[in-house]
């Protein structure tokens, strides 16, 4: 029986760390999620984890009518992996809308309301690299308008190692009372960085709820994302440098 005909269902999907994180959404409301620790067998998982889901669900590939995928940066291995599996979810199932989500903005999304709570105007989110670096990215929080998406992505994605962190700030003309770091957070930078906000409410690494969320928001909206650095009409792999297997 399927007990949530007539109810537009989103399946969002993030990959770009160590979790296999699938969120199941309507109405903008999640209805179930789960996250799932990988190592090396992604590839071979990933596809039956995504059939189970949807089927503990009780739904089919046919009631979802939106496909988010978190596209990168992070993991080669498991962003290379997720779009695999999408572009094959999708080839069967073309009744679907999809979008491809980067997944930086969809941790900056998980800190939107702490933002705006405390009136912080900037959200730089952090992935690590695992390669003694992290990859960074500048928003800025959006005014409510339905017709603009919530942040908007000031700058492109970076590697930047830790000692590089002040610089980063001064580049981009920014204060530490005005922003607010969001992801991945090194014991080194963290005791460095006694001033610096660090996010509170968010998870710190990226999740499909997140992306589910931001995904749901700019359709549900008929926001215009063309050219924005944060979500793409396609599944495309967002490497920021050349490729290493991790």
């Not at 770009?16 to 190592?39: A, D, E």
């Not at 800025?140 to 492109?156: F, G, H, T, Y």
């Not at 002040?166 to 005791?191: Q, R």
Request: net charge positive; with cysteine.
């Amino acid at each position: 029986m399927n007990v949530y005909k007539n109810k537009t269902m989103i399946l969002s999907i993030e990959t770009s760390t160590s979790n296999l994180s699938l969120t199941l959404l309507s109405n903008n409301q999640v209805i179930n999620k789960v996250s799932i620790k990988i190592k090396h067998e992604l590839s071979e998982i990933i596809i039956p984890t995504i059939k189970k889901f949807v089927k503990n669900n009780c739904i089919t590939f046919q009631s979802i009518s939106l496909l988010v995928v978190g596209c990168g940066p992070g993991s080669f291995t498991g962003i290379r992996a997720l779009i695999s599996a999408a572009k094959g979810i999708y080839l069967s199932n073309k009744h679907m809308k999809i979008l491809g989500i980067n997944s930086l903005a969809g941790l900056a999304m998980s800190a939107l309301n702490e933002a705006k709570n405390r009136n912080i105007q900037y959200i730089i989110a952090s992935i690590d690299t695992k390669r003694n670096d992290q990859f960074l990215q500048l928003f800025k929080v959006n005014n409510d308008n339905e017709r603009l998406l919530p942040i908007s992505a000031i700058n492109n994605i970076k590697p930047i190692k830790l000692e590089k962190f002040p610089f980063y700030i001064k580049e981009n003309k920014l204060v530490v009372e005005n922003f607010l770091f969001v992801g991945f957070i090194s014991n080194l930078l963290k005791n460095k960085s006694i001033n610096i906000n660090f996010c509170r409410e968010s998870t710190h690494v990226p999740d499909a709820v997140w992306v589910g969320k931001l995904g749901s928001y700019i359709i549900n909206n008929d926001i215009d994302y063309k050219n924005s650095k944060i979500a793409f009409n396609e599944f495309k792999p967002i490497y920021v440098r050349s490729a290493q297997i991790n």
